[in-house]
T-cell receptor, first 110, second 110 residues
Framework: DVKVTQSSRYLVKRTGEKVFLECVQD?????MFWYRQDPGLGLRLIYF???????EKGDIPEGYSVSREKKERFSLILESASTNQTSMYLC?????????FGPGTRLTVT | GQQLNQSPQSMFIQEGEDVSMNCTSS?????WLWYKQDPGEGPVLLIA?????ELTSNGRLTAQFGITRKDSFLNISASIPSDVGIYFC??????????FGKGTLLTVNP
């Protein structure tokens, strides 16, 4: 059974902290994605990666960076968390048109 | 970026009723997808459509890929309480990137 896991379901951080969100997939997929989900705005793509050490900006990359050192792992980094980054963060992986999603991390920045 | 117009934004229905939602785009796409997100979880693929005019069923769900390749609809027949959630349409673009609609929040009253 395919699986995408995210390191935390809920996370509370303070403004200015560095935050790491981890995502792991066990399907040997080339492509991995990070989205944020906000009420009324749907899913918006932050960054994606085609392969190890490859990354591309999505629609809303400002304030975020990513790391893909191993094929199965894709990390989202908030260098200095701000309150407007409070959101649900979803990771996904794919090897074709549709994507498999993790359960999400609900991040609150206070 | 590309935008999908998904409607309605929300629906509140009685158990047993049928549901219909749709998605339109100003551009042509060759793949349309429908996802469901249960409360507190990541989206899960319901139906994938690859051919204009295609009508595909998955249990009580039926989805159609519009003949113009610019729209799609999803029908749910005889709704039950576990149909509650957010339904997203999505289109596949280059490099396996997906663009999502803003979602339809479905509430089913037992």
């Amino acid at each position: 059974d395919v699986k995408v896991t995210q390191s935390s379901r809920y996370l509370v951080k303070r403004t200015g902290e560095k935050v790491f969100l981890e995502c792991v997939q066990d399907m040997d997929h080339e492509n991995m994605f990070w989205y944020r989900q906000d009420p009324g705005l749907g899913l918006r793509l932050i960054y994606f990666s085609y392969d190890v050490k490859m990354k591309e900006k999505g629609d809303i990359p400002e304030g975020y960076s990513v790391s893909r050192e191993k094929k199965e792992r894709f990390s989202l980094i908030l260098e200095s968390a701000s309150t407007n980054q409070t959101s649900m963060y979803l990771c996904a992986s794919s090897d074709r048109e549709w994507q498999y999603f993790g359960p999400g991390t609900r991040l609150t920045v206070t | 970026g590309q935008q999908l117009n998904q409607s309605p934004q929300s629906m509140f229905i009685q158990e047993g009723e049928d549901v219909s939602m749709n998605c339109t785009s100003s551009s042509i796409f060759n793949t349309w997808l429908w996802y469901k997100q249960d409360p507190g979880e990541g989206p899960v693929l319901l139906i994938a459509l690859y051919k204009a005019g295609e009508l595909t069923s998955n249990g009580r769900l039926t989805a159609q890929f519009g003949i113009t390749r610019k729209d799609s609809f999803l029908n749910i027949s005889a709704s039950i309480p576990s149909d509650v959630g957010i339904y997203f349409c999505a289109v596949a673009g280059s490099n396996y990137k997906l663009t999502f609609g803003k979602g339809t929040l479905l509430t089913v009253n037992p």
